[in-house]
């Protein structure tokens, strides 16, 4: 079973600021996601890595970049928060068919 | 392309009373099935899992079964428990390179004492 670290877990800031969310996992796994989740709780995919240097954007678009340059850690930037960002993130990790998500950050923007 | 569908909430119950929630699913090809669980302020988890026709997935009680000719997973528990209460998300995984899971609206599930 993966291991997976998100922090931090809860965030409150204000507009305008740049935040990173992190996310590391210790099981050496090569596919990495990150999900939007919506107060209604419908998940969307917004960006994905299939290994080192490896990212892709998902199926919602999102303003937020991700980064690859090693393969435990798997951080998501907002470059300027607003309050449309605020939501859950969700990390996960894959091997095989299954997923297996950390805790969730859960953003507010005011 | 595939999607998931599943039964709107919320799902309200008293305590050892029958669940179903139903999840169908449009795919090509034979996708993997999940049911994951959201309980309050945690990320999700495998429940159950079912990778072709006719398997049955189960754990803590619950259980699902992949019928391809009705293309559903529903999912069910004889008797639940207050502790059950949280968000039920089906899922399937798409075979190929990609393998992402494609995830249904989630059902929240309440169960009273």
């Known amino acids: 079973e993966a291991d997976i670290y998100q922090t931090p877990r809860y965030l409150v800031i204000g507009t305008g600021k740049k935040i990173t969310l992190e996310c590391s996992q210790t099981?050496?796994?090569?596919?990495m996601y990150w999900y939007q989740q919506d107060p209604g709780m419908e998940l969307h995919l917004i960006h994905y890595?299939?290994?080192?240097?490896?990212?892709e954007k998902g199926d919602l678009s999102s303003e937020s970049t991700v980064s690859r340059i090693r393969t435990e850690h798997f951080p998501l930037t907002l470059e300027s928060a607003r309050p449309s960002h605020t939501s859950q993130y969700l990390c996960?990790?894959?091997?095989?068919?299954?997923?297996?998500f950390g805790p969730g950050t859960r953003l507010t923007v005011t | 392309g595939n999607s998931v569908t599943q039964m709107e909430g919320p799902v309200t119950l008293s305590e050892e009373a029958f669940l179903t929630i139903n999840c169908t699913y449009t795919?090509?090809?034979?996708?993997?099935l999940f049911w994951y669980v959201q309980y309050p302020g945690e990320g999700l988890q495998l429940l159950l899992k079912?990778?072709?026709?006719?398997d049955k997935g189960s754990n803590k009680g619950f259980e699902a079964t992949y019928r391809k000719e009705t293309t559903s997973f529903h999912l069910e528990k004889g008797s639940v428990q207050v502790s059950d209460s949280a968000v039920y998300l089906c899922?399937?995984?798409?075979?190929?390179?990609?393998?992402?899971?494609?995830f249904g609206t989630g059902t929240l599930l309440a169960v009273q004492p």
């Open positions: 996960a990790t894959q091997w095989s068919y299954e997923q297996y």
């Open positions: 890595s299939y290994g080192v240097n490896s990212t």
């Open positions: 795919a090509t090809g034979y996708p993997s």
């Open positions: 079912a990778t072709k026709a006719d």
């Open positions: 899922a399937l995984s798409e075979r190929g390179a990609t393998n992402k899971l494609i």
């Open positions: 099981m050496g796994h090569d596919k």
